[in-house]
């Protein structure tokens, strides 16, 4: 199992349009693009399920009829605090705690042992923990996936009566490295704190002055929720200063708190909001890949989206940010969000058609020609490699499955993968941090392809920002070697 997470690596949700660089049929930018679309029947999988026997949460209780298995020493085969507390502490807990954003805690034996059967069916079908990337794509970093054998070590523990063990024989826990260490710590909400009142969920803008005077590089990025039992997700976008007012119109003309965001925030008739870091529910922020950060110039502006999940009872939030910089680092970097220009346009429509099953869409671009565009006079990318992180996916909810590929001199037989997600959900989306960074070079293409379900629709769907609309979008962590 791998060490708890210093960088964030999900919560990649809703998160802002940028037009990327354009296809070799229109302008010549040495990018192709491509779009297909294709309806074929679906197969549903039937999620798995598991039967099991509840226990009271006694302690001394295995529940009842069941029969716990013991070894030779007359020991329980599992026990909660030598074998099921490590793994629910690794990969639940950070979540499922009180005042978190899950529904109730797995903190203690007595929780664990009430849940337990709960529990169950998620892990057999893998919809818990939320980790979207399929292992056999790529190695990731701080995977907290449940191995087969771990699941079969939690199920055998239910199915025995849940014994508790001795506290004794709790491993010792995971290394932690802490927070990191950071520049600045800012309160996203004034004059006061913001109360989400859309249900069930809420995206919400919030301007903050980029703190630094100078030339500065992020490094490191962390939020700190206000109200964690509400708080889903949050991203933050650099406004370049050229842009700001653009932003801060938006800001001015909603007379809440910060302003409504959904498909990102705002400003898409000036789509270059560059990506600066995100945060999720378990995944708390941290530096970015060792020896790399992302340059913000004095007079920018940040946006942070967060998306609200609002629950009864909760209090307002005043979340906070905390930055890391540097004033120089060894590997600048961008974030770049891959998309066809042409979907945005709708000049070629990313049709999503009401009643079809299974519909493709895929883009093919050169790194260089995405840079030159959202980086015009970009430092690095242009003419030479680049080495990829990270990288992710992001649809709406219509998405089923997507997959980011480079190909190799742009030969579809010579690809690998960098990120494939076979299930989508759009409440667990993500970016994915590579085990061992992939060099791209100048000839390679990234290929990008998103699948769609609109078997249950009554109208076509196309790209856009909205809850009812689409997206196709490839996100990958690019630096200078």
């Keep these: 199992m791998s060490t708890s997470p210093r960088i964030l690596v999900l919560a990649v949700l809703a998160p802002a349009v ?84 899950a529904p109730f805690a797995l903190e203690s034996y007595e929780q664990a042992s009430m849940w337990g059967p709960s529990l169950l069916p998620s892990l057999e079908d893998r919809t818990m923990p939320p980790w979207g990337a399929d292992g056999a794509c790529r190695d990731y970093r701080y995977d907290h996936t449940l191995s087969d054998a771990e699941i079969a070590t ?16 709790e491993p010792a826990p995971l290394p932690d490295d802490g927070p990191p260490a950071i520049d600045y710590d800012i309160e996203l909400m004034a004059p006061e704190p913001f109360a989400p009142t859309v249900y069930p969920d809420e ?89 790399t950060g ?45 998309a066809n220009p042409l979907w945005m346009l709708n000049v070629v429509p990313m049709s999503i058609p009401a009643g079809n099953s299974d519909v493709r869409h895929t883009f093919e671009i050169d790194i260089p020609a995405a840079i030159d565009f959202l980086f015009p006079g970009s430092s690095f990318g242009l003419d030479g490699p680049v080495e990829v992180s990270t990288a992710g996916l992001h649809m709406h909810t219509l998405g089923t499955r997507g997959s980011l590929h480079v190909r190799r001199g742009g030969d579809e037989a010579q690809q690998e993968c960098l990120v494939d997600v076979p299930r989508w959900d759009f409440n667990w989306q993500g970016t994915y941090e590579f085990s061992e960074r992939v060099t791209v070079e100048t ?39």
Excluded at 79 to 95: G, I
């Design 18 to 101: 940028a037009a990327l660089a354009c296809g070799g049929d229109d302008g010549g930018s040495g990018a192709t693009a491509a779009t297909t679309e294709a309806t074929t029947s679906t197969t549903t999988e039937a999620a798995t399920s598991s039967s099991t026997t509840g226990t009271s949460g006694d302690p001394s209780s295995t529940g009842e009829g069941t029969t716990t298995t013991t070894t030779a020493g007359g020991e329980p085969s599992v026990s909660y605090y030598r074998d099921v507390k490590p793994l629910l502490d690794h990969c639940c807990v950070k979540c499922h705690r009180a005042g978190d954003i």
């Design 154 to 169: 939690i199920t055998e523990w239910v199915d025995i009566g849940a014994p508790a063990g001795e506290p004794a024989d």
């Design 203 to 291: 995206y919400r803008c919030f301007l903050i002055d980029w703190p630094a005077d100078d030339e500065r590089f992020v490094t490191g990025f962390n939020i700190l929720p206000g109200e964690r039992s509400i708080v889903h997700h949050v991203i933050a976008f650099v406004i370049p200063p050229d842009e700001v007012d653009t932003y801060v119109a938006l800001d001015e003309a909603d007379p809440e708190i910060g302003y409504s965001c959904y498909g990102g925030p705002g400003g898409e008739a000036v789509p270059r909001a560059q990506w600066l870091g995100a945060w999720a529910p378990g995944f708390p922020g941290g530096p970015l890949p060792e020896g």
């Design 294 to 338: 992302i340059e913000v110039a004095p007079g920018s502006k940040v946006a942070i989206q967060i998306h609200y999940h609002p629950v009864q009872g909760a209090g307002a939030d005043q979340s906070r940010v905390q930055i890391r910089t540097a004033t120089a680092v060894d590997h600048p970097a961008y974030v770049l969000p891959l």
């Design 443 to 481: 000839s390679d293409t990234i290929f990008l392809e998103c699948h769609f379900d609109n078997s249950n629709g009554d109208k076509n769907v196309a790209w856009g920002d909205g809850t009812e609309d689409e997206m196709c979008l490839g996100i990958l962590y690019v630096s200078e070697p």
